[in-house]
């Protein structure tokens, strides 16, 4: 561990003299790669691509005899956007993630993560506007973290529990449907019908948990969160982790997610009955510029999840979660300008979650702790975090630790 805190102040240094940084993003980088196709620009094409690489630490990594560090490609994405006037959008998105140098994990098959067109049915600077759209998309409904951008978090990443349906009824957090969603006064919404992907489901044991059911059920779910602040872009479903003082957002919110006969349960004699997916939940964020150049960015979270009796996904970290309850809360502080350097900015924050699962053998926490230091905006920066990492263990809950260096920049 000591040799890796060494190696994270020796990146302070180097880094500590880097070009002038503007807030969100970068000043050179205005509208990014944008190819107007007519004067007035309301034909126009645009590319952003980023990419998220990662060395990480891990000491007696669940209960392993011996420390380990390896790296990982995070995220390498490409997501390009066209519209032919301000009624129509088409977007595709697509990438890898988390490639690492494992056995088997060399040219990794590159997949669509969204792929949908967007019809503004009723837009302008009116108090309710109307979007319609379909395809495979992101407009998840159930929190704000379960539609978060992968491009500003203010942590690390999310803490995967957001996501409930991960790569199994969904593809990378996208399932295919349709969607509404625009804003009506001072409260922005969306809502989708959608069509989750069916997987061959385990069979489930004579009194056992539940497991996830193949069915032909379509899903539904919703999030409507009140602005009390400024109002955020509804334009595409990625929401912001921090503004990085840019915004002076005050939101509360809430969702839902609900699968009709999603899981699939046998009682002792054997005989099965079908389960619905009922997900819930409620948050709020804020993000608020302090005297300045400093700004306050904090967000929390409560999940209510059922996916029937007794489910329970993962081993460790992320992955551990299930029919129960789940609290996760996040803080971050820009600090002054000049901490630094006149143009680097600093960042400092934490993260912790608290889950209460039906089928784990107690409670458990997961903690964090680290920094963001902003080269130039979200454009460009290093996010090092420190993590208590809990994992079953027989009939124990227990922890390891985890640090994590990420660089990325994005255009």
């Known amino acids: ?56 630490y891990s000491e007696n990594t669940e209960g392993g005899s011996t420390d ?9 994405r490409f997501l390009a956007f066209a519209q032919m006037n301000k009624k129509f959008m088409i977007v595709t998105h697509f990438g890898i993630n988390s490639q690492s140098a494992s056995t088997g994990a060399k040219k990794p098959q590159l997949f669509m993560h ?7 049915l009723v837009g302008g600077k009116s108090d309710f506007t109307l979007d319609f759209g379909g395809g495979l998309h992101y407009w998840n409904g159930l929190s704000r973290m379960t ?36 804003n009506a006064g001072n409260i922005k919404y969306d809502f ?19 497991v996830l059911n193949s069915t032909d059920a379509w899903a539904f779910n919703g999030y409507a969160a009140y602005q009390f602040g400024d109002k955020e872009s509804t334009f595409f479903p990625f929401h912001v982790g921090t503004y990085v003082g840019t915004k002076s957002v005050f939101n509360i919110g809430a969702g839902f997610y609900v ?7 046998a009682d002792a004699s054997g005989a099965t009955s079908e389960k619905d997916h009922m997900l819930f939940a409620v948050d709020a964020f804020y993000d608020k510029p302090i005297g300045s150049d400093m700004a306050l ?5 409560y999940y209510n999840y059922d996916f029937g009796d007794n489910y329970l996904r993962g081993t460790s970290g992320g992955t551990l979660f299930g029919t129960g309850s789940i609290i ?81 920049i994005y255009l």
């Open 1 to 56: 561990m000591k040799k890796v805190l060494l190696l994270f102040a020796a990146l302070v240094l180097l880094f500590s003299s880097t070009p002038d940084a503007q807030a969100q993003g970068s000043k050179d980088y205005s509208g990014g790669l944008k190819v107007k196709l007519n004067d007035d620009g309301s034909k126009y094409f645009r590319l952003i691509t980023w990419h998220q690489f990662q060395g990480i």
């Open 68 to 76: 380990n560090f390896s790296t990982r490609l995070r995220r390498s």
């Open 114 to 120: 969204d792929v949908w067109v967007n019809y503004t």
């Open 147 to 182: 539609m978060s951008s992968t491009l500003n978090y203010l942590q690390l990443d999310a803490p995967i529990f957001n996501w409930p349906n991960i790569e199994r009824t969904d593809q990378f957090a996208r399932q295919m449907g349709y969607y509404i969603k625009g």
């Open 192 to 210: 989708a019908i959608l069509e989750p992907f069916k997987q061959g489901a385990p069979a489930p044991t004579n009194g056992g948990p539940a």
């Open 259 to 265: 699968h009709p006969k999603g899981s699939i349960v």
């Open 297 to 301: 960015t904090a967000y929390g979270v």
């Open 328 to 408: 996760f809360a996040q803080a971050g502080l820009l600090l002054p300008g000049n901490i630094l350097s006149d143009t680097d900015r600093l960042q400092p924050f934490v993260g912790f979650s608290f889950r209460d699962l039906d089928g784990a053998p107690d409670s458990f926490t997961h903690f964090d702790v680290g920094a963001n230091w902003f080269l130039d905006g979200h454009n460009a920066k290093i996010t090092c975090q420190y993590s208590k990492v809990p994992y079953i263990s027989g009939t124990d809950i227990e922890s390891f630790s985890q640090f994590i260096v990420q660089t990325q």
